[in-house]
Every structure is written in structure tokens, then in C-alpha cells.
């Protein structure tokens, strides 16, 4: 089974511009989370995705924003970028919305860079 | 926000060493999982702990979900150098389940 998939890799941007991540998710699965990894944060919750429906999210100001499509696969944008956000956005699968049954498969990431 | 006390920060150990991390929470989880980082690439699940006094074993590693649903413990047996990483302790948010939050990680160093 295919895991989480995750594209780019690797992305560099400039201050302003803004930036669509992609994620495929495990076949079946059908809640996509995604998470932002920086050095001083750690792991910060973004947003969670069911059936097309943002279900939960973060604390991150309105230039972070996300879909899922009817096949599960979701995209992160984020707009009018900024130095600060400069991390690893990892994107997540699960079967199911509740991860207390359910725990989340991570991707390998997308690595932005802002300059 | 909700935050998981993990420690240590980082370990340094000789291969073959056993090696303990812990993580605290001032809320009840209902789940704990423990996962492992390699540089570049994401965080991959270890064991997953749904009940309170379990304790489950994944090859030379074995956690345990505390008794008070407040902590949890991961060991490593006879390390080896592949278990270079970041070790991070999550559970799902106790006020919304459908997302994790995540300790600070713990960053072993095996030396051979």
C-alpha cells in the first residue's frame, strides 16, 4: 500500500509570492491533516479535512487555507508569504477523523524556504 | 495551547545502550503514540497506546501508557546506530480529536 505522498519536495519561494502543496493520501483514507515542523515551534497543527469538509483548524492567520477533493487528495496554499514561514508542512492521513482509534501516517513533507 | 512535556531533549549514548523517554501532560489523553523522525523525512508511527496501565512492545522498543493517563514512557533496547533520530510523543488534542499535539521530541545520538 502506497504511503502518503507528498509534492514538492522541495520549494523555494520569495517574500509575497504564494505556494500550493500537494498530498496524496493512503488509498482508503479519507481525513488529511496538515501540520506545520519548524526548529522553535515543533509540530503545529494547520487544518483537518473530511469528505471535502475542513473540520478543525489551527491557529495560523487567513493566508494558510486548504481543500480536499472528492478522491481524498488535498492541497495546502498559503499566500503573501512571509521569512517566518520558512518550515516543513507535513501532510497526514487517517481512515477516519477520530485519532483516538485511528492515528495519523505522516508524509515526508514539502521543505519551503522563503528568501 | 496544549503542550506534551517531553524529556530528555537529546540523548548520547553508546551503541548497545538501553534508552528511556518520557512525556507528561497536565490533560488526560485518551491515546498515546510515539513516533521516530529521520532527517528529511516525516515523522513515522512507532506504537500506539490506547489503554491506561498498557504497556506494548514494537521489536526492541516497548512503551507504556501511565496509570493516570497523564504520561507516557518509550524504551529502546541495545541501541543500535539506525536508531539515530527524533523521537516524538502525541496524542489527540482533548478537546478535539481529530488533531495531534505533539511533544518537543527527544534527538538521540547512537555512537558506535
Redesign the interface.
Given at each position: 500500500k502506497a504511503g502518503?505522498t507528498?509534492t514538492p519536495r522541495y520549494l523555494i519561494k520569495t517574500r509575497g509570492q504564494q505556494v500550493t502543496l500537494s498530498c496524496s493520501p493512503i488509498s482508503g483514507h479519507r481525513?488529511v491533516?496538515w501540520?506545520q515542523q519548524t526548529p522553535g515551534q515543533?509540530?503545529q497543527?494547520l487544518f483537518?479535512y473530511?469528505s471535502e469538509t475542513q473540520?478543525?483548524k489551527?491557529?495560523f492567520p487567513g493566508r494558510f487555507s486548504g481543500r480536499q477533493f472528492s478522491n481524498s487528495r488535498s492541497e495546502m496554499n498559503v499566500s503573501t508569504l512571509e521569512l517566518g514561514d520558512s518550515a516543513l508542512y507535513?501532510c497526514?492521513s487517517s481512515p477516519r477523523?477520530?485519532?483516538?482509534?485511528s492515528?495519523?501516517?505522516?508524509?515526508?513533507?514539502t521543505r519551503l524556504t522563503v528568501t | 495551547?496544549q503542550q506534551l512535556n517531553q524529556s530528555p531533549q537529546s540523548m548520547f549514548i553508546q551503541e548497545g545502550e538501553d534508552v528511556s523517554m518520557n512525556c507528561t501532560s497536565s490533560s488526560i489523553f485518551?491515546?498515546w503514540?510515539w513516533?521516530k523522525q529521520d532527517p528529511?523525512?516525516?515523522?513515522?508511527?512507532l506504537i500506539?497506546l490506547?489503554k491506561a496501565g498498557e504497556l506494548t512492545s514494537n521489536g526492541r522498543l516497548t512503551a507504556q501508557f501511565g496509570i493516570t493517563r497523564k504520561d507516557s514512557f518509550l524504551n529502546i533496547s541495545a541501541s543500535i546506530p539506525s536508531d539515530v533520530g527524533i523521537y516524538?510523543c502525541?496524542g489527540?488534542?482533548p478537546g478535539?480529536?481529530?488533531?495531534?499535539?505533539?511533544?518537543?521530541?527527544t534527538k538521540l545520538t547512537v555512537n558506535p
Open positions: 502518503v507528498q481525513s491533516s501540520y515543533g509540530l497543527f483537518e473530511f473540520r478543525n489551527g491557529n507535513l497526514a477523523t477520530d485519532l483516538n482509534n492515528p495519523l501516517h505522516f508524509g515526508n513533507g | 495551547g485518551n491515546t503514540l513516533y528529511g523525512e516525516g515523522p513515522v508511527l500506539a490506547y516524538f502525541a489527540p488534542f478535539g480529536s481529530e488533531k495531534l499535539v505533539f511533544g518537543k521530541g
